[in-house]
């Protein structure tokens, strides 16, 4: 099965069992100036799962598109983009774990068919300080389903990550950890305002035993290691307590919110731990192959780096945001360059939108068909900002060459970005490249500039806090 395949194949399977089908909401949310994007299917939906009634009922399920920025460092792994659909369903109210678990386990090993012996699940272990008890009920009911399929469950405890690296799962399908599998806003039991509702999470994992354990994130792999052997497929949030004065007490309306990537379920349902390789990104990763002539077994990095942001920056600019200095179109501007860069170094001379967006677009017309409605303007939005951004950067470059006697300053480095928007570590980059001196302290010079700059301009306007 393939993403398009299991996309469809989850939104029928919770229409049968009961959910309306919701459409999902733009990247850039409605009615909330604290948040520049739609970075979970939850978010949309906060104000029903505080007690809102939503229009279309209490069983909803969608898929949800989703940008998360704060990942960006992190997209050129197997797993991380900044764009990505979340799949989603949530019970207002109505059903809770006894339905909500097996309900997931029949979608993943017999809807897309992955194999049961590979699915590895984390429950919470339980705050003794705020009175919550360990979540006997979830893992009560995996381990159901792990013996329904003739398998082993096993539990054990892995409070904290030092821990959890130093004893690793043993073999237990399901572990207990602590503040990770714990949900409210804002994160922390600790600090809840009274009256604010929160509760257990558990997670399923996939394990791709082909992926050897890599030792310097822990001794031991465990189902939350970042090693890449196991991948979060997705999770379930019950939310079944209130805060009060003293501690915690039940909940008199339960819900459940479930959010699984599309993504990470497609490729697992290929059996490969890199999403790149599913159908909502290969061809764009064959696109780049062959534009640039260079292979992705060799250019890993900058092809899924190109290949996220360009999908990033279609969405967002079908969504109607448009490159600019602050908030969601510094993010849009931010997107383009990053890809254009990452192209610069694969040998692109010419446009790169242009050539790539029309794939992106193809990939989804049938899902989203907004994206093809827009094709015409998206490109040419997009492709505006590709050109003034490589017009910045040759002016870049022609003011870097005058330093070619002296070599670059940190301070000079920045009055090239001040002035031209040059990024800082290509100006180094490049520089080095020409043979041009850079001085050694230059990241000093340069983040002292930075930072003075920054403090100047939040006193002059709080608009441009994007990062
Ligand atoms: P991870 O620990 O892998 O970064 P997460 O805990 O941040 O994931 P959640 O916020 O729980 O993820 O989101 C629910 C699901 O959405 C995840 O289980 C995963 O399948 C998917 N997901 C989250 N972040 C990304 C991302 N950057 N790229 C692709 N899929 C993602
Ligand atoms: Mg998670």
Same mark, same amino acid.
């Not at 303007?377 to 022609?398: D, H, I, M, P, W």
């Given at each position: ?17 009961g ?36 229009p279309?009922g ?16 992190e997209?050129?792994?197997n ?8 799949l ?5 109210g109505h ?15 017999e ?36 013996t ?20 690793g ?23 809840m ?9 558990t ?5 791709f035993p082909?992926?050897e ?5 822990g ?5 939350n ?6 991948i ?7 939310m ?10 039940? #909940?008199? /309306? =339960?819900? $459940?919110?479930?959010?699984? +990537? @599309? ?8 059996d ?22 260079r ?7 900058a ?7 360009l999908k990033?920056?279609t969405f967002l ?16 501007r931010? #997107?383009? /360059? =990053?890809? $254009?860069?990452f192209a610069? +170094? @694969? ?10 967006i ?14 093809k ?12 900002g ?32 001040d002035?031209?928007?040059?990024? $800082? ?6 520089a ?36």
């Amino acid at each position: 099965m393939d993403a398009d395949e299991i996309r469809s194949a989850f939104l029928t399977y919770m229409r049968e069992q009961g959910h309306v089908v919701i459409p999902r909401a733009p990247l850039v949310p409605r009615d909330d100036p604290t948040t520049l994007f739609t970075g979970s299917g939850m978010q949309p939906l906060l104000p029903y799962l505080l007690g809102a009634e939503h229009p279309a009922g209490a069983r909803l399920a969608d898929s949800q598109t989703c940008l998360r920025v704060q990942d960006i460092e992190e997209v050129g792994d197997n797993r991380h983009t900044t764009f990505f659909e979340m799949l989603g369903s949530w019970s207002l109210g109505h059903y809770f774990k006894e339905q909500q678990i097996p309900q997931l386990w029949t979608f993943l090993t017999e809807r897309v068919g992955l194999d049961p012996a590979r699915l590895y699940v984390s429950c919470f272990i339980g705050d003794a300080a705020n009175g919550i008890p360990r979540d006997e009920e979830s893992a009560a009911i995996w381990a159901g389903l792990f013996t329904s399929a003739g398998l082993t469950a096993g539990q054990v405890e892995l409070d904290t990550e030092e821990h959890a690296a130093t004893v690793g799962t043993g073999g237990a399908r399901i572990a207990f950890y602590g503040k990770k599998n714990w949900w409210c806003r804002g994160g922390s039991a600790d600090d809840m305002p009274v009256g604010e509702p929160g509760g257990p999470d558990t997670e399923v994992f996939y394990l791709f035993p082909h992926v050897e354990h890599d030792p310097s994130y822990g001794e031991h792999c465990h189902q939350n290691c970042d090693c890449g052997r196991f991948i979060e497929l997705g999770n379930s949030v019950f939310m079944e307590y209130r805060r009060t004065v003293t501690g915690f007490e039940p #909940l008199p /309306r =339960r819900n $459940v919110d479930y959010g699984g +990537g @599309l993504a990470r379920i497609a490729a697992a349902a290929l059996d490969t731990p890199d999403v790149f390789r599913i159908g909502l990104l290969w061809p764009i990763i064959e696109k780049l192959e062959e534009l640039s002539g260079r292979s992705y077994d060799d250019e890993t990095v900058a092809m899924r780096v190109i290949a996220d942001h360009l999908k990033g920056a279609t969405f967002l600019a079908v969504d109607g945001v448009r490159p600019g200095n602050k908030a969601q179109g510094y993010v849009l501007r931010r #997107l383009i /360059r =990053r890809a $254009v860069r990452f192209a610069l +170094g @694969l040998g692109f001379e010419e446009s790169l939108l242009p050539q790539v967006i029309p794939t992106v677009v193809g990939i989804y017309d049938v899902h989203y068909p907004e994206v093809k409605e827009h094709v015409d303007f998206v490109v040419a939005v997009l492709s505006k900002g590709e050109r003034a951004f490589r017009r910045t950067l040759s002016k870049g470059l022609r003011q870097l060459e005058t330093y070619r006697d002296t070599g670059v300053t940190g301070a000079e480095l920045f009055i090239l970005y001040d002035t031209y928007g040059f990024p $800082v570590e290509l100006a180094t980059e490049e520089a080095l490249a020409q043979g041009i001196a850079v001085s050694g302290t230059w990241r000093e010079e340069f983040d002292k500039r930075m930072a003075a700059q920054r403090a100047r301009s939040q006193l002059a306007s709080r608009e441009n806090q994007v990062e």
